[in-house]
């Protein structure tokens, strides 16, 4: 009987970790306004880069995007106010260099590594079924 409560009890502990973990969109703050792209690098020089690509990347208002730089001396954006370090941080899933892209539903839709392709990224998120019924009104 102790055996099989104890079971229970760690079955119980695993899927609250789990559930804990996928439950909700990445960036709560963000969810329903705006698509959210975050590179992450450890190389200042990159971060600078970086951060000009997307400041003169065309279309960004057009798919209410918010961009974001995550660096070891700051996290750049054309938002005013960005998310804690932290819940940005969660989103970056490997380690080195990666963007992720985010839907308005807080779902990752899609990553990169190595490289930063702002063009990939404009086409995939003109792919999202929200974004085609937003082009269509």
């Given at each position: ?21 996928d ?93 930063l ?21």
């Amino acid at each position: 009987m102790i055996r099989w409560l104890s079971i229970c009890l760690l079955a119980l502990v695993f899927m609250t970790g789990c559930s804990a973990k996928d439950d909700g969109p990445a960036l709560p703050e963000l969810a329903g306004q705006y698509r959210v792209i975050a590179s992450f690098t450890d190389s200042l020089e990159r971060a600078e880069r970086l951060a000009n690509a997307f400041k003169s990347a065309p279309g960004f208002d057009d798919r209410d995007v918010a961009w974001f730089v995550v660096a070891p001396n700051g996290i750049r954006s054309n938002l005013a106010e960005v998310p804690p370090r932290e819940r940005l941080e969660k989103i970056h899933t490997v380690d080195g260099f990666q963007t992720v892209l985010i839907g308005k539903d807080g779902t990752l839709k899609a990553s990169q590594l190595g490289g930063l392709d702002i063009q990939a990224l404009i086409e995939g998120i003109d792919q999202m079924p929200m974004r085609q019924r937003e082009m269509g009104q």
